[in-house]
C-alpha cells in the first residue's frame, strides 16, 4: 500500500487510541451515564429525523413520505421537550414561546441582516 508500513501504523493508532482513552477517562468522560448524555442521545435522534426528512426529499419518495418524515422531528422534539419539563431543565410553555418567538422572527430584518441564509 503505497509504502507504508501496516503493522507501523496500527501499533502507533493503538498507542495514540490508548492515550486518548486514559485522558478520556482520567477527565471523567467515560463516567457513568448521566442525565445530559441521555438528552443529548435524545437530540441525535432528532437530528437522525431531520436527516431521514432530507433523505426522503434527495430520493424522491414523495409527499407522504417527506410529511411522515416531519412527524417523526415533531414526535421527537414533543417528547424530548416533554422530559426536559418533567426534570426541571425546561419551562413548561412551549406554545406561548413559540407564538412569542415567531412574533420575534416577523420582526426581524430579511436574512436577519446577514448577507446569506
Not at 20 to 45: H, V
Not at 79 to 89: A, M, P
Amino acid at each position: 500500500m503505497g509504502g507504508f508500513d501496516k503493522d507501523l501504523g496500527s501499533t502507533l493508532f493503538a498507542g495514540l487510541a490508548q492515550r486518548m482513552g486514559k485522558t478520556s477517562q482520567d477527565k471523567g468522560f467515560w463516567s457513568p451515564p448521566e442525565m445530559m448524555d441521555k438528552y443529548a442521545a435524545k437530540l441525535a435522534l432528532v437530528h437522525s429525523e431531520v436527516t431521514e426528512v432530507l433523505e426522503a426529499l434527495r430520493k424522491r419518495q414523495g409527499k407522504d413520505k417527506v410529511t411522515e418524515e416531519f412527524a417523526d422531528v415533531f414526535i421527537r422534539c414533543f417528547d424530548l421537550h416533554r422530559k426536559l419539563v418533567e426534570d426541571g431543565e425546561a419551562t413548561d410553555d412551549l406554545y406561548d414561546t413559540i407564538l412569542a418567538k415567531m412574533d420575534k422572527n416577523d420582526a426581524r430584518p430579511p436574512l436577519h441582516g446577514h448577507a446569506w441564509g
